[in-house]
């Protein structure tokens, strides 16, 4: 078996210390080497052994290091990534990728140049809902899609305490956040649509930054609208599908994000699985006949894209997340704002 990858990560807030150290820790593809920490030196609470760096340049000099994560401010991303690519290491960006086409382009050849794998964490395309979805639509269940609702609502009253994630600048703000999961996910099931219409605005007064957007993507022969908003008590369902045969409907309910907050580890066989009363609804005509019944959900499992990445790097297969899906995503983020600016349908260029 190959040596373990010599991973570290360019934070241990929460993304680090919930999305990405317990999968580093439990994969034996992978061993959590080092972490990148400021100020506060909390790493070794929860790790023993593992390496703390006071900066970036003293973590990036470390040639034990194949793996750097980058999961800082969004705004960071481009420098940060192409520091860690020219100093010769794979790199693992959070979502999203960069706050602009242009910088992900960059990155992607600059990639390719140093003979480096990127790949961007979009790890809800292993959420146990958007898999169930998926095998609906794989199995043509509801016939041809006619339209689409994927929503990402919450009920925040207050600020967030990452102050970066609250102050305008290059990637703030709910679209870059959570949008960038719906849009990955509308592409994977649908390709990159014809055009877009967007209304992206705050709603609450305390807010400096996007907290609700509203996409409508166009494509030949369907709609698909992307939803997200702060001011939801009581939300709608997640997933909406309408087909020329029946629907069907999906709440948000994978466990893992909420299973990970409360420290735990993803090494159980029931690890990503749903409660059973988390069903979708589906409404339908199978064999021609009308069929109302609920669905099972699928299991999700982030370490499957850890699975992925290992073997990227370590026998060339193909990385989990394709970079040039992650830029798309922005593409799609970059008209939606000039849609909403503009108040017009904004065409999608192909890349």
């Known amino acids: 078996m190959s040596q373990p990858i010599?991973?570290?990560?360019?934070?241990?807030?929460?993304?680090?210390?919930?999305?990405?150290?317990?999968?580093?820790?439990?994969?034996?593809?992978?061993?959590?080497?080092?972490?990148?920490?400021?100020?506060?030196?909390?790493?070794?609470?929860?790790?023993?052994?593992?390496?703390?760096?006071?900066?970036?340049?003293?973590?990036?000099?470390?040639?034990?290091?194949?793996?750097?994560?980058?999961?800082?401010?969004?705004?960071?991303?481009?420098?940060?990534?192409?520091?860690?690519?020219?100093?010769?290491k794979h790199v693992l960006v959070e979502k999203p990728f960069v706050p602009a086409v242009a910088e992900g382009i960059d990155l992607v050849e600059l990639a390719a140049r140093q003979g480096k794998i990127l790949t961007v964490y979009h790890n809800r395309r292993f959420d146990s809902d958007f898999r169930t979805i998926r095998q609906v639509l794989d199995k043509k269940l509801l016939g041809d899609i006619a339209e689409a609702e994927i929503h990402f609502d919450r009920f925040k009253e207050e600020l967030s305490p990452k102050v970066h994630k609250e102050t305008p600048g290059p990637g703030t703000g709910v679209l870059y956040d959570l949008g960038s999961h719906l849009i990955d996910q509308a592409l994977q099931l649908f390709g990159m649509p014809d055009a877009v219409f967007a209304d992206i605005t705050n709603l609450r007064?305390?807010?400096?930054?996007?907290?609700?957007?509203?996409?409508?993507?166009?494509?030949?022969?369907?709609?698909?609208?992307?939803?997200?908003?702060?001011?939801?008590?009581?939300?709608?369902?997640?997933?909406?599908?309408?087909?020329?045969?029946?629907?069907?409907?999906?709440?948000?309910?994978?466990?893992?994000?909420?299973?990970?907050?409360?420290?735990?580890?993803?090494?159980?066989?029931?690890?990503?699985?749903?409660?059973?009363?988390?069903?979708?609804?589906?409404?339908?005509?199978?064999?021609?006949?009308?069929?109302?019944?609920?669905?099972d959900s699928l299991q999700g499992n982030y370490?499957?894209?850890?699975?992925?990445?290992?073997?990227?790097?370590?026998?060339?297969?193909?990385?989990?997340?394709?970079?040039?899906?992650?830029?798309?995503?922005?593409?799609?983020i970059e008209a939606a704002f000039k849609s909403s600016k503009e108040r017009r349908v904004v065409e999608i260029k192909s890349s």
């Open 205 to 295: 007064p305390i807010s400096l930054v996007d907290d609700y957007f509203e996409i409508l993507l166009y494509y030949p022969t369907k709609r698909v609208r992307i939803k997200s908003t702060y001011v939801a008590r009581e939300p709608v369902p997640s997933y909406v599908f309408h087909g020329t045969k029946g629907s069907f409907l999906k709440d948000r309910t994978d466990v893992q994000e909420n299973d990970l907050l409360a420290g735990k580890l993803p090494e159980r066989e029931n690890w990503g699985i749903e409660p059973a009363n988390e069903k979708g609804l589906l409404h339908t005509e199978i064999d021609e006949a009308v069929v109302k019944k609920s669905i």
């Open 303 to 332: 370490l499957e894209f850890y699975d992925g990445l290992h073997d990227a790097i370590r026998n060339k297969g193909t990385v989990p997340v394709d970079a040039n899906d992650a830029i798309n995503v922005i593409r799609i």
């Open 6 to 88: 010599q991973s570290a990560i360019c934070s241990f807030g929460m993304s680090g210390r919930v999305f990405h150290a317990p999968f580093l820790y439990v994969h034996n593809g992978f061993n959590f080497y080092g972490a990148w920490e400021r100020s506060k030196k909390a790493v070794h609470e929860f790790y023993d052994g593992v390496k703390s760096f006071s900066t970036l340049e003293e973590m990036l000099a470390d040639d034990a290091i194949e793996l750097v994560i980058v999961n800082t401010p969004n705004y960071t991303h481009y420098d940060y990534t192409k520091k860690a690519l020219l100093a010769n």
